[in-house]
């Protein structure tokens, strides 16, 4: 479907998902003045005074570059919301994205009817996240403008289901906005995502290995080392399924081979689980597709890689059809 406005000034249909910890201002900032949408966690603002400094800080940095080069504005910036029970910041969290009028909202872990509404609301637009089509189904009921389908190999909580079938089954039904997460780190893999019938591709940890991101440097360092055997998929750290480096888990003192199952009921994203170790700050979130990413450089260095790829891969199609 036709991008809606500010969201159709992309330069390429991509955005830079959400990441615990490591999303913040500079790095978002960046992905915007790179020309794709980027995004940060409203609970990685800490204390929640500190969301309303950050959105104040991208909101005028963006305005400023806008002005300084109207040929190629920035692109738009998202805010994802955590909806679960354990998060007890959503309602102050989203008066202050309304001051903002943040253009757009993801949401995870619940889908509320009363969020997409207040969204829809200010002239903003939803994308949420979902594992399957069962999920997809209920979020559009509930309100939601778009989805997020989060495949087999996305990084942090993620899927377990291919995402040809996952795209397949959620278009038989749905023609709205979609942006397909899993190992998206390449221009080709844009254009593949765009294959499947959706808007969006959707990529996190290729940007954890960018200069502007706020994540330790051995972090860095270990997505450029490893490739997707280095990931293992477990719910042990916070009671949901996600994609972890294996490395650092090996770090932690941990058999990435035999871990136990959590209780998903004792869901819990800033600990480890049954563990010492802290999900995200010790356990590290990676996608499969990282065996893409070869050095430590700039957001804008990596959009220029992927760029040239997704230039690349049209061309090639273009030769394979004739057409």
């Not at 002005?67 to 919301?81: E, G, I, L």
């Not at 023609?175 to 190992?183: E, K, P, R, T």
Request: aromatic share 8%.
């Amino acid at each position: 479907m036709p991008l809606p406005a500010p969201f159709d000034r992309l330069r390429l249909p991509l955005i830079g998902s959400p990441l615990f910890i490591v999303s913040g201002p500079e790095l978002v900032i960046a992905q915007c003045k790179a020309g794709v949408i980027g995004s940060f966690p409203a609970l990685n603002a800490r204390p929640q005074s500190q969301l309303d400094e950050w959105l104040h800080q991208i909101t005028e940095e963006l305005a400023a570059h806008n002005r300084a080069n109207p040929d190629r504005p920035a692109a738009p910036f998202a805010v994802n919301q955590i909806i679960h029970k354990t998060n007890d910041r959503v309602d102050a969290d989203m008066a202050t994205c309304e001051k903002w009028q943040v253009p757009m909202v993801i949401t995870s872990l619940g889908a509320r009817e009363e969020i997409f509404q207040a969204v829809r609301n200010w002239g903003g637009i939803t994308m949420h996240d979902v594992i399957n089509n069962r999920f997809a189904q209920k979020a559009i009921e509930k309100g939601a403008t778009g989805l997020i389908p989060v495949a087999a190999g996305a990084g942090g909580h993620a899927g377990a289901q291919s995402p040809f079938a996952l795209m397949a089954e959620i278009r038989e039904w749905f023609d709205g906005l979609i942006a397909l997460s899993g190992s998206i780190a390449n221009g080709y893999s844009i254009l593949a995502a765009q294959a499947l019938r959706a808007d969006f591709a959707y990529a996190g940890s290729c940007f954890i290995a960018t200069k502007e991101a706020n994540a330790d440097e051995r972090y860095k360092q270990a997505i450029v080392e490893s490739s997707a055997e280095g990931i293992v998929y477990t719910n042990l750290f916070t009671g949901v399924h996600g994609n972890y480096l294996r490395n650092s888990i090996e770090a932690a003192g941990m058999d990435p081979d035999n871990l136990p199952v959590s209780d998903p009921s004792k869901m819990n994203f800033g600990s480890g689980g049954n563990t010492k170790a802290k999900a995200w700050k010790d356990i590290w979130g990676s996608g499969q597709g990282i065996g893409a990413i070869k050095q430590v450089g700039t957001v804008a260095d990596l959009i220029d890689r992927f760029e040239r790829e997704y230039q690349d891969a049209q061309a090639q199609l273009k030769a394979r059809t004739g057409s």
